[in-house]
């Protein structure tokens, strides 16, 4: 539209590398979504549309319903469309999504403008997916509504359109958090020329993690990934603006400062 940027972005998932071979199918409709429409989110565009490339061993109807289901629920909730795609036979499950966004010119947010002095901040909890994957890989042993708490976190995220939107006058940069909170506020910080310090016991825990952070410490929370929240950036002189969004979204948690230097 006139006045509108395009806001791109594509997400792989493959079976044995992201998902574990016998995930719900329905969570994973979801999911595969989701993890597209964050990205969105970080850049404060508006979701469109989106295309589906999927390949299988088999054409399964049952797993395609289920699949299906997920799948859509997410795109009403945010009126996408599926607007088309591929489909192919492979050895196990690969599934790619293109999803295309709208932002006015000029206001998207990228992850290169923090600057020393600008506050950083997250959007949720961090390190609850990490929790469930360790309990299926038999690693840590939570209680079982401890798992389903974790696990819901871990396979069906929450895209933070609505908090990407709000942003887009008050962010100076702003990512999604994929890959885990360290690696992605690192992408920031090489794109911007900029250093942070991060104070740890202001990172946003849920009642789960707390329960067991003597023993998986800070690492699931700082390095995980899957967390799928946005890490941004505030300048001094934008505090005030975010405090008033706080009000619709109290997730938001300060956890750093932006400095000069590196890393």
């Known amino acids: 539209p ?11 998932l493959v079976s044995g590398v992201h998902f574990l071979p016998d995930a719900d199918p329905a969570a994973l409709g979801h999911k595969a979504l989701a993890v597209n429409l964050s990205d969105l989110a970080a850049m404060g565009a508006e979701p469109a549309w989106f295309l589906l490339n999927l390949a299988l061993p088999a054409a399964d109807e049952s797993w395609l319903t289920g699949f299906s289901t997920g799948l859509f629920e ?5 009126r996408v469309q599926l607007v088309g795609g591929d489909t192919s036979r492979a050895p196990q499950i690969v599934i790619a999504i293109e999803a295309h966004g709208f932002v006015p010119a000029g206001q998207a947010l990228t992850r290169a403008g923090a600057k020393p002095g600008d506050h950083i901040f997250v959007t949720g909890a961090l390190g609850d997916a990490g929790l469930a994957l360790r309990h299926r890989q038999g690693k840590l042993r ?12 871990m396979d069906r995220p929450t895209p933070r359109i609505e908090e990407g939107l709000a942003l887009r006058a008050i ?11 360290v690696a992605d506020l690192g992408h920031i910080l090489e794109m911007s020329r900029v250093g942070a310090r991060l104070e740890l ?4 825990l849920s009642p789960a993690y707390r329960a067991h952070l003597a023993g998986v410490g800070w690492d699931v929370a700082l ?12 300048s001094p002189g934008n505090l005030a603006a975010l405090e008033k969004i706080k009000t619709r979204f109290p997730g938001i948690t300060e956890i750093g400062l932006i400095e000069s230097g590196s890393g």
Do not use: H, K
């Open 223 to 234: 390095a995980n990934g899957d967390d799928y929240e946005l890490c941004f950036t505030v």
């Open 2 to 12: 006139p006045g509108q940027q395009l806001v791109i972005t594509t997400d792989l």
């Open 74 to 78: 997410l795109a009403r909730r945010y």
């Open 201 to 204: 016991a202001r990172l946003p």
């Open 142 to 153: 939570l209680s079982n509504t401890e798992f389903a708490f974790c696990a819901e976190r």
């Open 171 to 181: 962010a100076s940069s702003a990512i999604d958090i994929s890959d885990g909170l």
